[in-house]
């Protein structure tokens, strides 16, 4: 990994082979949101919430990260990444959907902005979801 910060920004050029959201974690940020990614993924889990569970689909085929979006926060005082993806397979299709996991393939480019002095809380909620519950610190 690559890693460059100015103020609360944050670009990080990720390697061929790590894992995701592992190397996002790697980072160590407890409140921030993800502002953009590209890149390629290959391995890639998605979800798509039906309103009572994720289902998963599998993409194990080398895609094209065209967007990755998403924030780091807390659930029971361990820090979690939501991101969610939008990938191009060969041929120009696109899906996307909740990133369940993926390995970087060659390269991903991330853009990230730290949150000092704001908590992202995550709490269940009875949707079933686990909800954002931001506030300021202190």
Do not use: C
């Amino acid at each position: 990994m690559l890693k460059a910060k100015s103020g609360d920004f944050v670009v990080v050029r990720f390697q061929d082979g790590e894992r995701f959201p592992d190397a996002l974690l790697s980072l160590g940020i407890k409140a921030g949101a993800i502002l953009g990614g590209v890149g390629m993924l290959r391995e890639l889990v998605l979800a798509y919430w039906n309103g009572k569970e994720y289902v998963r689909e599998e993409v194990p085929e080398p895609v094209e990260l065209l967007s990755l979006q998403g924030n780091f926060g807390a659930k029971e005082g361990e820090i979690v990444v939501h991101a969610h993806v939008v990938v191009g397979k060969e041929g120009g299709a696109a899906v996307g959907g909740h990133l369940m996991g993926g390995t970087v393939h060659n390269t991903a480019e991330v853009v990230i902005v730290e949150l000092p002095g704001v908590v992202m809380e995550r709490k269940p909620e009875s949707t079933g979801l686990v909800g954002l519950y931001p506030r300021e610190e202190g």
